[in-house]
Structures are given as structure tokens and as C-alpha cells.
């Protein structure tokens, strides 16, 4: 079982920027394909961004596509979230996901149902 620290959430101003951090430790995630949701306040939790173990292939919700970035770093067995151009809208609790030794050949998955382990939530708040 991997255990997922995230970290990097804060306060920020409406068009700053964030960089999540998700640090796994346990066992690699070298072969997992890693994802962040976030879930804000009196909402459904939400795919936001998804890499497989390659990092060749990555997938982006529509609201966060052009802004948000998702990178892993297997030889630190981390992943990363890159948020730009911050949104009101962008504030909730943000979750980094691990689905264990997922096949390339099944894509990404974007179900909260298809993910193995979590870590516990770093919070952001945008401000307007």
C-alpha cells in the first residue's frame, strides 16, 4: 500500500499560481498512473488530471486545460500539479490518487472508483 502526502495548497489572489506536490513513499509509483481531484465545498469530488507511469501521456479536465500541468518525477516517486492563472471557481480541496500498474492500453482513468489509494487533501483558496 502507498501511502500519498500532497502538499504546495495555500491561499492565493485571483491569476496567481500554485504547485501541488503529491510525495509517495511505501512503494513506487513508477508504474501507476497518478491523478488529482479536487473537491470544493459542498460538491461532488472531480477529476482534474491524470499522467500514466510513462509521463508520455497526460489528460486534462476542460476547465483547467491551458492552466494546470500535471509532471511526475518517478526517480523521486512524486507527482506535481502546475496551476496558473487561478480561479475563484479552482478553490477546493485538491486529492492526489494512485491507480496501481494500470495497462497503457486502457487509458486514462477519470473515475474516483478507479483509483486505488489516496492521500489526504491539501486545500486551495483562490481569492477575487
Known amino acids: 500500500q502507498v501511502q500519498l502526502v500532497e502538499s504546495g495548497g495555500g491561499l492565493v489572489q485571483a491569476g496567481g499560481s500554485l504547485r501541488l506536490t503529491c510525495a509517495a513513499s511505501g512503494r513506487t509509483i513508477s508504474r501507476d498512473c497518478m491523478g488529482w481531484f479536487r473537491q470544493a465545498p459542498g460538491k461532488e469530488r472531480e477529476f482534474v488530471a491524470a499522467?500514466?507511469?510513462?509521463?508520455?501521456?497526460?489528460y486534462v479536465e476542460d476547465p483547467v486545460k491551458g492552466r494546470f500541468t500535471i509532471s511526475r518525477d518517478n526517480a523521486k516517486n512524486t507527482v506535481s500539479l502546475q496551476m496558473n492563472s487561478l480561479k475563484p471557481e479552482d478553490t477546493a480541496v485538491y486529492y492526489c490518487a494512485a491507480d496501481y500498474n494500470r495497462p497503457l492500453g486502457l487509458g486514462i482513468p477519470t473515475e474516483a472508483y478507479e483509483y486505488d489509494a489516496w492521500g489526504q487533501g491539501t486545500p486551495v483558496t483562490v481569492s477575487s
Open positions: 499522467i500514466m507511469w510513462s509521463g508520455g501521456s497526460t
